[in-house]
């Protein structure tokens, strides 16, 4: 058989697939790259709903091409073109927002997508069903008719210059702590709450004043200012509040976790300010005035006597929970204040009288995708910048000092809300089934960079999702979503032709705990209809997370031993990983040699998230994934690697991608040398121990 030569010069004489010899990384992570900048744009049908760690289309696209292609042309050779694998299976038993799901069938196969979240399947479900234009925009409408007026109503104050009544679009809130001596100080850590994105070219800002809390403009950087309202001197950079303590005004320092109260309600808020929108387009700062707090009765005294579908959960302790347990968040209810919890419950209470199931369901899911913008976790951003900053910009808990209050349904110079996200997240998430597209870079004759371009190389996603795996075998084509825990898949023995994943890193995301922010919502209204609804969180018994590296390579060698099951003979299981730590990657192996797999590839790639471990993160910044290809044991014959050879790799390939322009640190020449030892290890049966040693001889040797 003809020898195939991989990226570093190992021959792959066995290779059944393309991608265990051939990965464009430049080219992918060029493109990547591009498509990162605005993923929800490039591929919208991932990004329908809020999903932490969501992968990168183009790099996935690739992949499953070269799983499914036998070797021969090169991926980017046809990257562009339409395929067809039609009878072709892909599963992804990690499927968090479905970009493998997606890209697999973009490309004309069949897939099956399994998470043990129900948030997650839900939010799958949603994304690839079809729903004509037609009917989605008739329900916008007709719930337009019936509750967007009542709940703009709530979001509304009075043009000082006209009278006139004009619309709200941001609430400005703080919280407020009690010292023993009941003086109750505001957590402001500077009295400046808005400035632009650029604060040197575009310096004005927005201060409140500490003594009558009236709103004035000044800059972002003044040291010294008298408050337009009563004449008030005070420095807007220092606040009581510095680091995790404040000042009281007769100068003593309390931490601000002593002055909560223990197992007591979580810490009050007091409004300050408000962004409206004038008649003639224009924006316009504002102190809360009575009005505004009268409005916010109004609505707190209605919600009293309202009966709606709000969350009851309690918010469990956990290792992302915890901090806003610390501040009293005791029931996911207590996120939101009292104006969002009747204007969402209204607008839930509405979504729920949709007859049309599939139509709710999209709906709903929208719904659930605005809670994230619309909650006390939120922040201002600024001016010149989407002014929203949602809850989970981290991937954590945090309770937020100064909280800003977006509006439910919103209006077209809104962002995050109801209006907003139905054109920007569901109808373009809609449209990309019909029309899908990818990303390709443009450039001039002697190769320089002159934009991007979207390139249709794929026919309209017409996968029908199917409820079995007899449904998806008889079907041309098809999209089985399952839910529950990916060790135990009701999908028969050697049939899927290819794995393609993106597991939890042991460390990183403890994604049940944050989808319980979700849950709380969607369960009470689907639990009759989806059994996987009907629990008591989003966790489930054998969700892959951990922080003991040994407790998380058993979690997760009992997925890929499931999935190697179900893998036929010459199919490949891929996917993509990065660590900062030796022990992340010898726990990745240890997975993959207990599921009776080897690793015989490993292509790197511009990965979406630049991530470390917070230790190494500022030092050594990762901004590349490993590729990490496995075939089953038996069938694994690869070049024997030695160390050195290893080292020898990682110059080669982060050579290449300096070639082009792009900057290895020694964080991302670790993941290209801890990958090309899973290579050259792959078959040695090392302990957890002894591969972590060689691992960290590696991370030693490949620095420069
Ligand atoms: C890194 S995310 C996948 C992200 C995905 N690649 C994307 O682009 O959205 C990992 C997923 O694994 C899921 N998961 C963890 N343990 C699982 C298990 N035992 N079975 C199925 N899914 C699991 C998590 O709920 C999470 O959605």
Redo the contacts with the bound molecule.
């Keep these: 058989m003809e020898k195939i030569k991989d990226n570093v010069g190992n021959t792959h004489k066995d290779a059944s697939s393309v991608l265990e010899c051939d990965f464009p990384m430049i080219e992918i992570s060029e493109v990547a790259e591009q498509e990162s900048w605005r993923k929800e744009i490039n591929r919208p049908v991932?990004h329908i709903h809020k999903?932490?760690?969501?992968?990168l289309g183009s790099v996935?696209r690739a992949i499953v091409l070269g799983a499914l292609s036998p070797p021969g042309k090169g991926i980017w050779d046809v990257f562009y073109e339409k395929h067809n694998f039609s009878g072709k299976v892909v599963l992804?038993?990690?499927?968090?927002?479905?970009?493998?799901l997606g890209e697999a069938v973009k490309l004309g196969a069949k897939a099956v997508g399994?998470?043990?979240?129900p948030v997650?399947s839900f939010l799958v479900r949603q994304a690839f069903t079809p729903v004509h234009d037609s009917k989605i925009k008739a329900a916008f409408s007709s719930l337009e008719d019936k509750v967007a007026s009542e709940i703009k109503y709530y979001y509304r104050t009075v043009d000082p210059h006209t009278g006139g009544i004009i619309p709200v679009l941001y609430y400005f809130w703080v919280k407020t702590v009690f010292t023993p001596t009941g003086e109750e100080i505001p957590l402001f850590s500077r009295y400046v709450f808005s400035q632009n994105a650029y604060p040197k070219k575009k310096p004005k800002a927005q201060i409140v004043c500490p003594k009558c809390w009236g709103v004035s403009e000044g800059r972002y950087d003044d040291t010294e200012f008298i408050c337009g309202s009563c004449g008030h001197e005070f420095n807007p950079q220092k606040g009581p509040v510095s680091g995790q303590s404040v000042t009281s005004k007769d100068g003593k320092l309390y931490r601000i976790k002593d002055l909560l109260s223990e197992g007591g309600s979580p810490p009050k808020h007091r409004m300050y300010g408000v962004l409206a929108l004038r008649q003639d387009g224009s924006k316009i700062y504002l102190p809360a005035r009575e009005q505004d707090f009268a409005l916010y009765n109004e609505a707190k005294k209605r919600l009293e006597e309202e009966n709606l579908p709000l969350p009851d959960s309690p918010v469990r302790e956990g290792h992302n929970t915890n901090q806003a347990r610390g501040y009293n968040y005791k029931y996911w209810r207590d996120f939101f204040n009292s104006r969002q919890l009747l204007c969402l419950g209204m607008l839930l209470k509405e979504i729920l009288n949709i007859e049309d199931r599939v139509i709710q369901e999209q709906m709903l899911c929208l719904f659930s995708g605005v809670l994230e913008f619309n909650n006390l976790f939120c922040s201002f951003k600024g001016e010149g910048t989407g002014a929203v900053r949602h809850m989970f910009s981290n991937h954590i808990l945090k309770p937020e000092r100064t909280p800003l209050e977006n509006s439910v349904w919103g209006n077209k110079k809104s962002s995050g809300t109801f209006s907003t996200l139905f054109e920007s997240r569901l109808l373009r998430a809609k449209k990309y089934l019909d029309d899908p597209f990818e990303v390709a870079i443009k450039r001039d004759l002697l190769g320089k960079r002159l934009g991007s371009s979207k390139v249709v190389a794929s026919s309209p996603v017409e996968a029908k999702i199917v409820e079995s795996w007899e449904e998806l075998d008889s079907a041309e084509k098809g999209l089985l979503v399952l839910n529950?825990?990916?060790?135990k898949l009701s999908v028969p023995e050697k049939s899927i032709d290819a794995v393609i994943?993106?597991?939890?890193?042991f460390d990183?995301?403890h994604?049940?705990e944050l989808?319980d922010f979700f849950f709380a919502w969607l369960s009470p209204v689907l639990k009759d209809r989806y059994e996987w609804f009907s629990r008591a969180d989003s966790s489930?018994e054998?969700?892959?997370?951990h922080k003991d590296p040994l407790v998380f390579s058993r979690?997760l060698s009992?997925?890929f031993s499931e999935a190697c099951r179900v893998l036929k003979d010459t199919g490949v299981l891929a996917f993509?990983f990065h660590h900062s730590r030796p022990e992340g990657w010898a726990a990745i192996y240890e997975a993959i040699n207990n599921a009776g797999l080897a690793v015989v590839t490993a292509h790197p790639v511009h990965a979406e998230l630049r991530g470390a471990s917070p230790k190494t993160a500022a030092k050594d910044p990762i901004s590349l994934d490993a590729i990490l290809v496995c075939r089953k044991r038996e069938f694994a014959i690869v070049d024997k690697m030695e160390i050195k050879d290893v080292c020898r790799a990682v110059d080669t390939l982060a050579g290449k991608f300096e070639k082009a322009g792009m900057t290895v640190s020694n964080g991302d020449r670790f993941v290209i040398g801890a990958a090309e030892t899973m290579i050259a290890r792959a078959t040695d049966d090392l302990t957890f121990d002894q591969m972590k040693k060689v691992l960290t001889s590696v991370y030693s040797a490949v620095r420069v």
């Excluded at 994943?501 to 890193?505: E, H, I, N, R, V």
């Design positions: 991932y999903w932490w760690a969501t992968r996935f992804d038993p990690f499927m968090g927002s479905g970009t493998t399994c998470d043990i979240n997650s529950g825990d990916s060790s994943t993106d597991p939890p890193y990183f995301v994604y049940s989808s489930g054998g969700e892959v997370q979690q009992s997925v993509s």
